[in-house]
């Protein structure tokens, strides 16, 4: 609950109009991307800029008021829902570009913009931003910071952590810092910078960023090989990173997968075969088409049924489009679609996959496998009816069989949809208690009263591990 | 709040919970890839409750008890433009204009309107859209208001200004409406000019039969010189699409039943809309009617014929076509394009017109506020929306501003009036533009 002493002050910040909590708005601020959470907050704010942040963190901090910020809530660990109450910040009003500095190569922005409207905005002076979150159309660049998001160019160019080298931070107390710069090196004090990136929200507020950017890659091409079975698509890749070519994109589809989206987009996929690997490469066009050749061996030589280069940047789309589709044909199939992210390394990926078919089947639930096979990120991806408690507790039990196989296999349990709530219990599995413990002490140290997004990252109880060595 | 109204909103959450499939309401899997697409979204600045995903929410918190039907609740849903651009854009094939139809038509069921209001509503949704007789008498009236001068006196005297808001705007660019006795006389077939490739129906609507007759006659041009054979059932009625999205949904099933049993008479290939809303309910009365065991596969067979006038053109082929050269652009219906797909079509009618420099303005696919009676109820939204339209539609410089639904085209000329275009630009519906190329490819040769 939020006294009344707390809201006048709080409206004294933003004004009236940036606060809100009518019914509809705690409604509609109570959930995200992730099924089966909800939970109403007391109030919403809306930030104009960086001192209205400060100040409303001050506020917060002497009423003890937990805070969620909330970029546009498409994150899948329940890490912008509400569970102790408190206020939602949102950023709608703080969503702008503020500089693109070309001599510098980097972009400056505030946290509410669309990561999507950067990158247009950036490639529009021929300039690129590689990270790409499939989300991207709709989430936000501090939505992506906090969660260090990925895509499916992560493989050759990483992922968010990387391209994040200044930011400015609202801390838990209401003091402003700012971490980093527009510098290639610098090694003052703690990377702060870095902290932060993952950090989901539970250290501070961000009001600003800047990017590192790139020259945009002057060609791309992309193929499509299909195999009958998952052992053979694994082995091609680790043999195309064996023979030293990194593609921009390497996306692998199991069966069941293809199965669904030949049922839901027609687009002629056989779907009689094992798996299917999406492969993709840019950059300038000589090293492209070597790279594309090659790689298009190294699929024959493992016995791949047929691969297919495109021709023309349309074909390119519509192969990616039946990578795209996955998660879309997938979702079609029952109420609740579960989007998990367990990662290996990438020689393991056939292993696990298989083990995540075994898993369902022991457990009686529907997984379908698709994800990242070069950096070995995997979405199984569970298809069930969240009204359905008997089967959803099954569902539990084979995602926590697949967080542990996950980990066996030196692996994470989340490669990059972040902790949140979903994956908290399961955070001492990856980084022992020992590990749980100094994070904790971390966040005590930043946060004494634990306003910042609360019930996140950290569990009250944690996953007992049962069987540790099978 | 009083006692009366706290009790209305207890019957009401109670009917939205028998009443709203929560099958489809939990298929939202909370994605948000539905935002971008939603006008109101944007246009509210971020508003999450003004979004699709976030008016989902808002029915399934009022159905799981999280939240009653406020008044708050009922204009979230009244500012939805019913547009479903959210719909293409949702990987979970949420079909979200059902829940918003279903939404609607329980919240009108208990709605207390005022005495004019309900007056009015009985007037437009049972004793005018519904007969044909009075929306013909009506147009008369409207066509004898037009003729006899009163029209310009009315306007030069600012009488019109006193009506409330767009209402007099309307007014303006109302269409000149034929006289009664041509109203009277519609044909009932039409042969095809050469020999027929195909044998077509023709749903000819209610206000396009009217207010629109010259629109419908140009459709029945071009058919026949596209070598098709017309039929065109007299006993014929109302789509029910504006019943429909405005929570009448009974009197939309009546009317699809008409119009079910009046098509099922003649034998033809396809069923011809050239109204983007009317089609658009037209494929959907499968759904309408599912529940209903004697018709469920009637309204199937029939929506499965239904097909948009410019698709019918595309695949069989248009005669010659040529215009003074002029640069034409193209708004889409948003039920057209979202619920029948039909989106290149009319583009590549367009392009093939000798003459036209066709140029395409941003985001043709975003509502442009009409939305049946939306520009007159949730008038400060809907303008706002048409203002952003017409500055796209002004950045491709074109001189013919093109589209294919009768509301949207007065919305159009509406825009056209608002932002000082009325001499540089016109509005015109899709079929009476190709029928004037057509025509003036005709007198050429
Ligand atoms: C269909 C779908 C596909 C997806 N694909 C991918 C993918 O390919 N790769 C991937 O990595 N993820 C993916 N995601 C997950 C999600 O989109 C990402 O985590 C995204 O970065 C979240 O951005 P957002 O703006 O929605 O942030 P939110 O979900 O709103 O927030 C994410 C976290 O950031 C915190 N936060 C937001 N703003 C601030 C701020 N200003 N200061 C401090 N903390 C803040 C929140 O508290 C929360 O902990 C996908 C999700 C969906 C639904
Ligand atoms: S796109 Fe579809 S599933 Fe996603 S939030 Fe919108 S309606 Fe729900
Ligand atoms: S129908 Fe149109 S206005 Fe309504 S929620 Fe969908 S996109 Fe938004």
Redesign the pocket.
Known sequence: MISQDAKKKLQAIVGEENYLDSKQSLVAYSY??TPNYQALPDAVIKPRNTQDVSEIVKVCNEYKIPI?????????CA??CPLEGGIVMI?TLMNQLLELDEENLTVTVQ?GLITLDMINAVEAKGLFYPPD???MK???I???I??G???LRGLKYGVTRDYVIALEVVLPNGNIIRTGGKLAKDVAGYDFTRLMVGS??TL????EATLKLIPKPETKKTMLALYDSLEAAGRTVSKIIANKIIPTTLEFLDQPTIRVVEDFAKIGLPTDVGAVLLIEQDGPLEVVERDIKRMAEICQEENALSVQIAQTDEEGTALTTARRSA?SALARLKPTTI?EDATVPRSKIAEMVREIEVIAKRNNVQICTFGHAGDGNLHPTCMTDARDKEEMHRVEIAFEEIFEKAIQLGGTITG???V?VMKSPYLAWKLGEEGVEAMKTLKMAFDPNNIM?PG?MFAKESRKRVVVNR | MSAANDKRQQELAIDMKQGMDYDELINCMR???CLPACPTYRESGGNEAASPRGRIALMKAVVDGIMEPDEDFEKQLSQCLGCRACEPAC?SGMKYGFLLEDARDIIQKKKKHSLPVKMLRNVVFNELFPKPNRMRMVSSLLWFYQSTGIQKIAQATHLTKIAPGNLSAMERVLPKVPSPSKMKNRPSHVASEGVAKKKVAFFSGCLMDTMFMDTNDSTLYILSKSNCEIVIPKKQNCCGALHAHSGEKDGAKQLAKENILAFEKVEAEYIISNAGGCGALLVDYGHLLKDDPEWADRAKAFSAKVKDISEVLYEVGMPKMRLEPQTVTYQDSCHLRNVMGTFSAPRKLLQSIEGVTFTEMKDADRCCGSAGVYNIIEQEMSMQILDVKMKDAKATKARTLVTANPGCLLQMKLGIERAGLQKDVRGIHIVDLLAEAVRYAEGQA
């Open positions: 995200d991307a969620v910020p909330r970029g546009n809530a498409t994150n899948l890490g912008t950023f946290p979150p499939s989300s709709i989430s936000t501090a939505g992506n906090n969660e998001s990925g895509g989901e929200g501070g507020v961000i009001t998660l989007l990059e949809h972040g949140g997004n996140k | 994605c948000g890839f990987p």
